[in-house]
């Protein structure tokens, strides 16, 4: 198998020297801190819910925020596995979680009725509060994921940006919803998950230019 | 006889430990490996450029291939997204030509290559976009000329190629 080198290949490899390659754990680990810090952040300055550890919380409540906690965590492997390209790669499990959220807002829906949906979505005073603070938490999440991005090759960076934002939106109301004792269906499944839909458009747009190489 | 799979992991684990000789065999393989995977996508005339700038983003990003995972999907995504993006930027100039470039299909990662080939992502584009893209894109026809090719309006070739590009980026990992 000889091989006719040129200039170019000499050049690199003249210019090469060893590198320690990409590893999935470190970034599991990178993404586990930022998650584990951000929980911290929010007890540092909301303060945890005390009632969880007693039970006071509603089935909603320990349903919405697992969910968000689950699809954090797939959209973020989904992410880690982009920044190492492979033809084959699928992201078919932070797909499906993300479908799986949609089903909290239509069981508002279902449970609320039209009336109930609207009203919940106009007059909780809580709301909105929810919604930024659940969006802001996630930035910890979104900025050590495009730190791994920029150190790996992603090849689909549209994917990269949304799931990037999915799992900061999630992660972050997943932390932030531990410190709201809010917990019926209205509240948690209108403004505990607009946070992810946020997240997830803006990373679509925001992220791909970060981390184009 | 192209290098075997086992062959090339082995080179990429040492080069990536660097070892230049190693790296510069490596390096030879890849440059024949992309020369066969673009023929037929890419005019002969941009050809060079393209295996170069390939073999530029393999260098700087050769930390990012996974020891414990195949090497030629890990070169395939990325001669893949950079023909993507080389579609985006250029347009080939009329003279060109495609050759035929019939090398005999010698080696056993000729399944692997068909695999994770140029066409396959074709297939997931409609026709009327995939045959704009082919068009103006690889053959080099002005929109003009397309639009009086295809029976497609100008404005709906423009389109066409658009949404197909869009939509080639976003296949770029996708096997089949």
């Known amino acids: 198998m000889n091989r006719v080198s040129t200039p170019l290949i000499d050049a690199l490899a003249q210019d090469l020297a060893p590198v320690r390659p990409i590893r999935l754990s470190h970034g599991?680990?990178?993404?586990?801190?930022?998650?584990?810090?951000?929980?911290v952040l929010v007890e540092l300055i909301e303060g945890l819910w005390r009632g969880i550890l007693d039970g006071a919380p509603s089935t909603e409540f320990f349903m919405t925020n697992g969910m968000l906690g689950l699809l954090g965590a797939a959209s973020a492997y989904a992410v880690l596995r982009m920044a190492t390209p492979h033809v084959g790669n699928s992201h078919e499990g932070a797909r499906w979680s993300a479908g799986m959220l949609t089903l909290l807002p239509l069981t508002a829906l279902v449970m609320l009725g039209f009336g109930g949906f609207a009203a919940a979505l106009t007059q909780d005073m809580y709301g909105l509060g929810c919604f930024v603070?659940?969006?802001?938490f996630g930035l910890a999440t979104a900025a050590a994921l495009t730190l791994w991005l920029r150190r790996g090759a992603p090849v689909s960076l549209k994917a990269a940006g949304t799931y990037t934002g999915i799992a900061a939106g999630a992660?972050?109301?997943?932390?932030?919803g531990l410190a709201c004792p809010v917990d019926d269906i209205g509240h948690l499944g209108i403004w505990h998950v607009a946070p992810v839909v946020l997240s997830g458009l803006v990373g679509r747009f925001a992220i791909p230019p970060l981390v184009r190489w | 006889m192209m290098a075997d799979e086992a062959s090339l992991a082995q080179m990429m684990t040492a080069a990536q430990n660097g070892d230049a000789a190693m790296y510069r065999a490596l390096l030879a393989e890849v440059q024949l490996w992309l020369e066969r995977y673009y023929r037929r996508r890419v005019p002969p005339s941009q050809l060079d450029d393209l295996v170069q700038?390939?073999?530029?983003?393999?260098?700087?990003k050769r930390a990012t291939w996974d020891n414990r995972r195949a090497f030629y999907p890990w070169l395939a995504a990325i001669a893949r997204y950079r023909w993507v993006d080389h579609l985006r930027k250029v347009y080939r100039s009329a003279e060109d030509e495609l050759g035929d470039h019939d090398v005999a299909e010698d080696s056993e990662e000729e399944a692997v290559m068909a695999r994770m080939s140029l066409e396959r992502l074709?297939?997931?584009?409609?026709?009327?976009?995939?045959?704009?893209?082919?068009?103006?894109?690889?053959?080099?026809?002005?929109i003009a000329e397309a639009s009086q090719r295809t029976g497609q309006s100008e404005s709906l070739v423009k389109v066409n190629i658009h949404r197909g590009l869009k939509k080639l980026s976003a296949l770029v990992e996708k096997a089949e």
């Open chain 2, 53 to 60: 700038d390939v073999l530029l983003a393999v260098h700087k």
């Open chain 1, 171 to 176: 992660i972050g109301s997943f932390a932030f």
């Open chain 1, 28 to 39: 599991v680990a990178l993404v586990a801190l930022a998650a584990i810090g951000t929980v």
């Open chain 1, 133 to 136: 603070a659940g969006s802001a």
């Open chain 2, 122 to 142: 074709f297939v997931h584009l409609p026709d009327k976009q995939a045959k704009a893209i082919e068009l103006v894109k690889i053959e080099g026809l002005s």
